[in-house]
Nanobody, 126 residues
Framework: VQLQASGGGLVQPGGSLRLSCAFS????????IGWFRQAPGKEREGVSL????????IYKSSVKGRFTISRDNAKSTLYLQMNDLKSEDAAMYYC????????????????????WGRGTQVTVSS
């Protein structure tokens, strides 16, 4: 299993970025796959997740309405469209996966994920 995130960069507050995560070695139809982030001095936190067999994405409350997670199974790629970025969104962003359907209560808890990609840095600054 491999995952590789890309698409980070420097953006002004209110701007947008789209992150991509190319994955291989598994099917997203049977794996939970999502985005996590870690800001300096803070713990890594779950941002958004797609579970297999579930058309309802899960989002951290502070990104609801601004971020959209999606995937292209044909391209084996997960995306995170981030709009109206705020300074508190600045972090290293990672994609992660684990086999099976995550329980809702644990979906955004990093300890349950087995596979991680290298992160991509998002900086929000004017």
């Amino acid at each position: 299993v491999q995952l590789q995130a890309s698409g980070g960069g420097l953006v002004q507050p209110g701007g947008s970025l789209r992150l991509s995560c190319a994955f291989s070695g598994f099917s997203s139809r049977s794996y939970s796959i999502g985005w996590f982030r870690q800001a300096p001095g803070k713990e890594r936190e779950g941002v958004s997740l797609l579970r297999p067999g579930d058309g309802n994405p899960i989002y951290k409350s502070s990104v609801k309405g601004r971020f959209t997670i999606s995937r292209d199974n044909a391209k084996s790629t997960l995306y995170l469209q981030m709009n109206d970025l705020k300074s508190e969104d600045a972090a290293m962003y990672y994609c992660a996966a684990r086999a099976g359907r995550m329980a809702l209560s644990a979906a955004l808890d990093e300890v349950h994920y087995d596979y991680w990609g290298r992160g991509t840095q998002v900086t929000v600054s004017s």
